[in-house]
């Protein structure tokens, strides 16, 4: 993860330019669909904060998180609100939301942390509640292109949700349900990646 942190705030400039246009608003309308108005939503991993300033735009009160100092820059000067600088295993909050939106973020977690970081979030997750999830298609585990990955299929991701299940802070709060997985191509121009989107309830 230090490495992969080291990739974002040494590479901001260019990782902005290269995501904040990028066109997200299937998923985007999808999550709010799921939410209430005027809904609490956790932009964990917020990068740009381009997802971010779309929800707010939508009526949202989002709080923004990101493992970077160069990236909570980014979302500061992009939605003129304050980002907190924290791992994804490190974060706590007592505040509840309705809706946690990581997107492209869990991805650079190993394998074996995404079920703890779910349990963790399942604690913040008020109900009713929805969560986005996206990552890479496949099955590769490893650093590229200077930063940490984890791929995962349709089968890969059922099996995290089932552990995460299985630990004791999602068990007090509830369990994972998939509401809905589905893949997609890369919106960026010249990116031939494939996308495991996934809704995910709390219930």
């Not at 589905?182 to 989107?197: K, S």
Request: net charge negative.
């Amino acid at each position: 993860m230090d490495q992969t942190i080291a990739y974002y705030d040494s590479h901001a400039d260019a990782f902005v330019q290269d995501t904040v246009t990028a066109q997200m608003h299937t998923q985007q309308d999808a999550f709010l669909s799921y939410l209430p108005a005027n809904a609490r939503v956790l932009d964990f991993g917020a990068g740009s904060g381009r997802d971010s300033l779309y929800f707010m735009q939508h009526r949202c009160s989002v709080d923004m998180v990101d493992g970077s100092a160069a990236m909570c820059e980014a979302c500061e000067k992009l939605t003129g609100k304050r980002a907190v600088l924290s791992t994804f295993l490190e974060f706590q909050t007592e505040e509840k939301f309705d809706g946690i939106w990581a997107c492209a973020s869990l991805l650079h977690l190993h394998r074996d942390e995404i079920p703890i970081v779910l349990s963790h979030l399942a604690e913040m997750l008020d109900k009713p509640n929805v969560m986005y999830l996206s990552f890479k298609y496949g099955d590769f585990a490893g650093e590229r292109n200077g930063r940490y990955f984890t791929d995962l299929t349709e089968e890969s991701f059922s099996a995290i949700i089932d552990e995460a299940n299985a630990l004791e802070a999602t068990r007090r709060c509830g369990t994972y349900t998939v509401d809905k997985i589905f893949m997609t191509e890369d919106v960026r121009p010249g990116r031939n990646t494939q996308w495991l989107n996934a809704f995910v309830r709390l219930l």
